[in-house]
């Protein structure tokens, strides 16, 4: 009677732990997902192969990756298999990256201004702009605090991906331009249409961004993609409401957030919901800070990945 009850136990524990290996390998392994990546949170282009997240340790001190060929063009897999632990959740430490594309733009004087009453620093990735007012956007920029990243000076996506001697280029030549402008030469960029875009393709084949993220990376780059997108490029003017419902939507359970904005001309309801997008952050308990070489980081392309 002995043995066959250790003979059923056997085999229910054999049986159990098939199921579980059968489950297992059905999920995203754990360093192929990571909390809260989400279609909405991660990129505007739906239409990628594969997609990559490295999120530094300052956040989780891992590197999650995601190969969307497994699951099917275009589909991203629902992070609510991985719901976000206390510590991502925890009030304390939770920190947003504010960061506005394009600039400097007729929009630029009111960002700042926003930002100057709410006590609030941002990042801003500019681009090769030579008007008296944009220089002087430029310097009023750098005067009250804010940091300067290289979005390119041309952001032409079949110039600056056609190889990785004229992304290059482009980026020197901006960094020549803000240098002798404000003296400031950053080593932060952020690439246009972000580090897995498929528009690249177009001009440089299918693996230039790896090729491109390798050399910058060499280089001492640091690029910074984005974990919270405020949709406002989903529309020439998206309305003010769909681009703060969409910043509270997507910094959700998340501890550390690089938002997605855009400084242009046309871009008027971002500058209108700037304010409450700030009030809704500081209510959440966040702190503010500019994106550096030591700060959190966000790529949806690792590095040298193809």
């Given at each position: 009677m002995k043995y066959l009850f250790l003979a059923i136990r056997t085999t229910i524990c054999c049986i159990i732990w098939a199921v579980v290996i059968l489950q297992t390998d059905s999920l995203p392994l754990p360093n192929q997902l990571g909390p809260n990546h989400s279609a909405d949170n991660l990129n505007n282009h739906e239409d990628n192969l594969v997609l990559s997240a490295r999120v530094s340790e300052h956040e989780s001190g891992r590197d999650f990756s995601l190969n969307l060929s497994r699951w099917g063009?275009?589909?991203?897999?629902?992070?609510?298999?991985?719901?976000?632990?206390?510590?991502?959740?925890?009030?304390?430490?939770?920190?947003?990256?504010?960061?506005?594309?394009d600039g400097p733009s007729k929009s630029t004087s009111r960002i700042l201004d926003i930002l100057e009453e709410n006590g609030v620093?941002?990042?801003?990735f500019?681009?090769?702009?030579?008007?008296?007012?944009?220089?002087?956007?430029?310097?009023?920029?750098?005067?009250?605090?804010?940091?300067?990243?290289?979005?390119t000076y041309s952001h032409?996506?079949?110039?600056?991906?056609?190889?990785?001697?004229?992304?290059?280029?482009?980026?020197?030549?901006?960094?020549?331009?803000l240098e002798e402008t404000v003296g400031v030469k950053p080593n932060i960029l952020r690439y246009p249409g972000g580090s897995n875009n498929h528009l690249s393709w177009r001009s440089g084949g299918r693996h230039i961004m790896s090729s491109i993220t390798r050399e910058m990376?060499?280089?001492?780059?640091?690029?910074?993609d984005w974990n919270v997108s405020s949709t406002d490029a989903a529309a020439v003017t998206q309305s003010k409401?769909?681009?703060?419902?969409?910043?509270?939507?997507?910094?959700?359970?998340?501890?550390?957030?690089?938002?997605?904005?855009?400084?242009?001309?046309?871009?008027?309801?971002?500058?209108?919901?700037?304010?409450?997008?700030?009030?809704?952050?500081?209510?959440?308990?966040?702190q503010f800070d500019v994106l550096g070489k030591d700060s959190f980081t966000f790529q949806f392309l690792r590095q040298g990945s193809s």
């Amino acid at each position: 009677m002995k043995y066959l009850f250790l003979a059923i136990r056997t085999t229910i524990c054999c049986i159990i732990w098939a199921v579980v290996i059968l489950q297992t390998d059905s999920l995203p392994l754990p360093n192929q997902l990571g909390p809260n990546h989400s279609a909405d949170n991660l990129n505007n282009h739906e239409d990628n192969l594969v997609l990559s997240a490295r999120v530094s340790e300052h956040e989780s001190g891992r590197d999650f990756s995601l190969n969307l060929s497994r699951w099917g063009v275009g589909k991203l897999v629902s992070a609510s298999l991985f719901p976000p632990s206390a510590a991502t959740i925890s009030s304390s430490n939770k920190i947003a990256y504010l960061t506005f594309d394009d600039g400097p733009s007729k929009s630029t004087s009111r960002i700042l201004d926003i930002l100057e009453e709410n006590g609030v620093k941002a990042t801003f990735f500019v681009t090769g702009k030579t008007s008296d007012y944009s220089k002087q956007m430029l310097h009023q920029i750098v005067d009250q605090g804010h940091t300067l990243g290289n979005h390119t000076y041309s952001h032409d996506y079949n110039r600056i991906y056609a190889s990785v001697g004229a992304f290059k280029a482009d980026v020197d030549r901006l960094n020549r331009l803000l240098e002798e402008t404000v003296g400031v030469k950053p080593n932060i960029l952020r690439y246009p249409g972000g580090s897995n875009n498929h528009l690249s393709w177009r001009s440089g084949g299918r693996h230039i961004m790896s090729s491109i993220t390798r050399e910058m990376s060499a280089l001492g780059y640091q690029y910074f993609d984005w974990n919270v997108s405020s949709t406002d490029a989903a529309a020439v003017t998206q309305s003010k409401d769909a681009i703060v419902e969409s910043v509270k939507g997507n910094s959700s359970g998340k501890k550390q957030i690089i938002v997605l904005m855009h400084d242009m001309d046309v871009k008027t309801t971002t500058v209108e919901a700037l304010p409450e997008i700030i009030a809704y952050l500081k209510q959440e308990r966040y702190q503010f800070d500019v994106l550096g070489k030591d700060s959190f980081t966000f790529q949806f392309l690792r590095q040298g990945s193809s």
